[in-house]
């Protein structure tokens, strides 16, 4: 679902690779963490694969399409085959909470009856179904952080990219938004998901994929955070 | 595509930044305001030359003893005059205007003023000659060949005073034109900077627009939107603001000129053949604005 091929990404700004000869693959329906310290590569990896990024070299592949090759136009195919959240869950302050889910099929032009039928069987999914109407600020940061999911998953993406998604919520927070992605993986959506937080991914013991200076340098089936690090 | 929800977009993305909303309609609406009015200078002109020159005649000055006593142009100087005008190559007519007529005529220019009318007397206006010429550029010699004979007081070309109103009415025109270019400019940066700033108020929404997988088209139509309609209503401010200038300005300052038919009339339909095209240059024109910036400054 998810190949790089000895993909390497320089900044023209910096002098040292953020990625640097990364080989990996994710199998369709897999659970996978990519960890490792700050500036280690996580978020360009991430970007490389929504085609935010393009690779200095190597090909990568997200369901089925040669993303460092797909052209300008087609680029919304990949994206709409794509999930992403967030560490600051980049919601619509001005529009309120089914609102944001909608806009998301909104931009992409689907029409009004699917939108109002799979609105709100996104939100229950996510466990908002009371908070249809709220608006963002109305909203704890994990409810905002269930909100920036449902949008993200409610066009049913193959893959679904996170961005250190607890990264500003607490411990039992956190745990709520795991389990959440969880159940969204079980419904065969592969889940890649950077983060720093050991105690995350120490009790999901998934898969662990470890960058460091932009090198993969651990890649371990059911792993935790690991020591001394 | 659904129309309603782009149209919300690009409602709210006008409310949020009214203040540059505002000044970017109304900087279009004075330059288009301009454009049309040259325009209708331009439509003026041309339909002045087409009938004037049709009109325009040389005309043989008679002296004051032919003017006060030869009514018909009957004595031998005035009938001669008229046979040696009439035998000249490139002449297509000559018409006698007596002392009498051109006062009738005096009296039918200037019946709006009736001040004016109480002042004149017939024996103020002299007799003529009145020629039309098959080419106005034979003038000169005509003028040659007939000033200061007996019986002519002067040859004078009307050809001349329009070159001279024309030469005027072009400057105006050009002018009008200058400055429309000029406001046109203020209007395009402002256009630019009001969609770099919308741009820039919605970046978390283009975020999530690119990111969800939007095409481009869509996530760029809401600001293109915005300019164009920006330049549609700034297009009939102008056309507004030209039927009042109509109303309040120009139908009362050159009322006399109407009157006289020295100037042909400005109708409403005039204003309204120009503001097609207005509105079509103010939406063009915004519309490529609005691509070129989201080209150059806006990462969409
Ligand atoms: N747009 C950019 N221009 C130049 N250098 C960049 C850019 N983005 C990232 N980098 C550099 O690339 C390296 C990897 O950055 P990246 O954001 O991928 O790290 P990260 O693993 O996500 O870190 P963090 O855990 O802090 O989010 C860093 O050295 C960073 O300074
Ligand atoms: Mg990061």
Redesign the interface.
């Given at each position: 679902m998810i190949r790089l091929e000895h993909v390497s990404k320089s900044y023209r700004t910096s002098t040292r690779p953020a990625l640097d000869d990364v080989t990996v693959e994710v199998e369709k329906g897999e659970f996978a963490f990519l960890i490792g310290p700050s500036g280690s590569g996580k978020s360009t990896l991430l970007r490389l694969l929504?085609r935010e990024e393009l690779p200095s070299k190597g090909d990568v592949y997200v369901a089925d399409l040669n993303v460092s090759k797909l052209s300008?136009?087609r680029?919304?195919?990949?994206?709409?085959?794509v999930?992403?959240v967030f560490q600051d869950f980049?919601?619509?302050?001005?529009k309120t909470v089914s609102e944001n889910v909608a806009?998301?099929l909104?931009?992409?032009?689907k029409?009004?009856h699917t939108i109002r039928k799979v609105v709100p069987e996104v939100l229950e999914l996510v466990g908002l179904e009371g908070k249809a109407d709220r608006m963002p600020h109305e909203l704890s940061g994990g409810e905002q952080q269930r909100v920036a999911i449902a949008?993200a998953f409610v066009?049913r993406p193959l893959v679904l990219l996170a961005d250190e998604p607890t990264g500003n919520l607490d411990r039992d927070i956190s745990h709520e938004i795991m389990l959440l992605l969880e159940r969204i993986n079980r419904t065969g959506t592969t889940v890649l998901m950077a983060t720093h937080d050991h105690a995350i991914v120490d009790s999901m013991r998934r898969r662990v994929v470890e960058l460091h200076l932009g090198q993969v340098v651990r890649d371990e089936s059911r792993g935790v955070y690991g020591v001394g690090r | 595509m659904r129309a309603s929800f782009v149209f919300g977009e690009v409602a709210t993305g006008l409310r949020r930044n009214v203040t540059m909303t505002v000044a970017m309609i109304l900087t279009t609406a004075i330059s288009l305001g301009l454009l049309g009015g040259g325009l209708l200078v331009v439509r003026t002109i041309d339909r002045m030359e087409q009938d004037y020159y049709q009109r325009v005649e040389t005309v043989v000055y008679l002296s004051a003893d032919i003017s006060a006593n030869d009514p018909n142009c009957t004595s031998s100087t005035c009938a001669t005059l008229r046979g040696q005008l009439e035998s000249t190559p490139g002449v297509q007519s000559v018409i006698f205007e007596s002392r009498q007529a051109a006062f009738a005529r005096f009296q039918r220019i200037f019946q709006g003023q009736p001040e004016l009318l109480q002042l004149a007397r017939p024996e103020a206006l002299p007799a003529s000659l009145r020629v039309q010429l098959a080419d106005p550029a034979r003038f000169p010699s005509i003028a040659k060949a007939f000033t200061g004979r007996p019986g002519v007081d002067r040859v004078t070309d009307q050809g001349e005073y329009l070159r001279q109103l024309f030469r005027a009415l072009n400057g105006l025109r050009n002018a009008t034109f200058v400055v429309a270019l000029i406001q046109a400019l203020a209007a395009l940066l402002l256009i630019s900077n009001t969609i770099q700033l919308s741009a820039f108020t919605r970046r978390t929404e283009v975020g999530v627009m690119r990111l969800t997988g939007a095409s481009r088209w869509y996530t760029q139509l809401p600001f293109l939107l915005e300019a164009v309609v920006a330049g549609v209503v700034g297009a009939v401010l102008a056309i507004v603001g030209l039927v009042i200038g109509k109303v309040a300005f120009v139908d009362r300052v050159l009322a006399g000129v109407f009157e006289a038919a020295i100037v042909p009339r400005l109708g409403y339909a005039d204003i309204f053949s120009v503001a097609p095209i207005l509105i079509v240059v103010g939406a063009v024109v915004a519309a490529l604005t609005g691509y070129l910036t989201l080209r150059l400054y806006v990462r969409i």
């Open positions: 929504l300008q136009r680029i919304p195919q990949l994206r709409q085959r999930g992403c980049r919601l619509l302050g001005n806009f998301a909104e931009v992409i032009g029409p009004r949008r066009n | -």
